[in-house]
């Protein structure tokens, strides 16, 4: 049986700060909390590489929740609660400042 994959988030800019180890799970969920590749004043992303607005962290994690549109009813927003991993993520990302990531899966 393999082994099963490890997956890091790297700061891109900030290498002084640890990376963080994180699961298959949240891996999938970054996409709630990305900043879209095409916002102006972004820097150019390369591939599995990802932009947090620092603006957006702080509200999540004052919040301590996210807001995500519903399968069932896309004309409204859903409040879900962060687990514990995204809150731990979203700390990460504020503790060190950090904005660009690079996803290494290995």
Do not use: C
Request: aromatic share 8%.
């Amino acid at each position: 049986m393999p082994a099963p994959s490890r997956i890091v988030l790297n700061p891109v800019d900030r290498p002084d700060a640890p990376a963080l180890p994180i699961s298959e799970r949240l891996r999938g969920q970054l996409v709630y909390f990305l900043t879209p590749a095409d916002t102006p004043g972004l820097p150019p992303l390369g591939e599995n590489e990802y932009w947090f607005a620092a603006d957006e962290v702080a509200r999540w994690l004052e919040d301590g929740v996210i807001r995500l549109v519903s399968p069932l009813d896309t004309a409204n927003l859903t409040e879900v609660e962060l687990t514990e991993e995204q809150e731990a993520f979203l700390g990460w990302l504020k503790t060190y400042n950090i904005r660009h990531v690079k996803v290494n899966e290995g």
